[in-house]
């Protein structure tokens, strides 16, 4: 069980989480769910990478009329407001099981909610697992990492084009923790 980076990272980032729900607005959620991925990328981190589902599943919520304007919006919001409250001041998290929770505490309060946000919890393993090899981990690996299904990834990964081309500060980060290593 590994913290997200440090306590004050992780309050950080599930306050900046907490503000873009206040304001419905998913669109800073992706790029910090990406943030995320590429952190539990470098660090080799199931924990984390599975933090980085919370913030890619409220970006997909926020971004969906239909949910944000239905009658049980605002108390679904309040309880996920609190959820994150209630992130910020663990210590130690094991993100897999709380990721879990937050998906199935939708299952008693709103079940349509709940279906939306499984479904989109499997198809963010997928594309979280693409991101990982996008980001030159290999197919084995990602999927350890992500806990996608193979099939499932290698559908995906077939039918899109995904830029092979690893960006440099990748490359960079993981060259310099390999130096670190051997100093």
Not at 72 to 81: A, D, G, P, T
Request: with cysteine; net charge positive; charged share 25%.
């Amino acid at each position: 069980m590994v913290k997200l980076v440090s306590d004050k990272e992780r309050k950080k980032t599930c306050d900046l989480i907490q503000q873009q729900l206040l304001n419905e607005n998913g669109i800073p959620l992706k790029k910090i769910s990406n943030n995320v991925s590429s952190d539990a990328i470098l660090a080799n981190n199931k924990n984390l990478m599975y933090f980085s589902y919370l913030p890619y599943i409220l970006y997909k919520v926020l971004t969906q009329p239909h949910l944000i304007h239905s009658p049980r919006w605002k108390s679904n919001k309040k309880v996920i407001l609190d959820y994150f409250d209630s992130l910020e001041t663990k210590e130690l998290i094991d993100y897999v099981d709380r990721v879990m929770y937050f998906i199935g505490m939708f299952k008693t309060i709103d079940r349509d909610l709940y279906y939306y946000i499984k479904n989109i919890f499997e198809k963010a393993k997928v594309k979280k697992a693409s991101f990982c090899y996008e980001h030159g981990q290999s197919i084995n690996q990602s999927l350890s990492l992500t806990d996608a299904n193979r099939i499932e990834l290698m559908r995906y990964l077939n039918n899109s084009k995904i830029n092979f081309e690893v960006g440099k500060d990748i490359i960079s980060e993981k060259v310099a923790i390999i130096e670190d290593f051997f100093k």
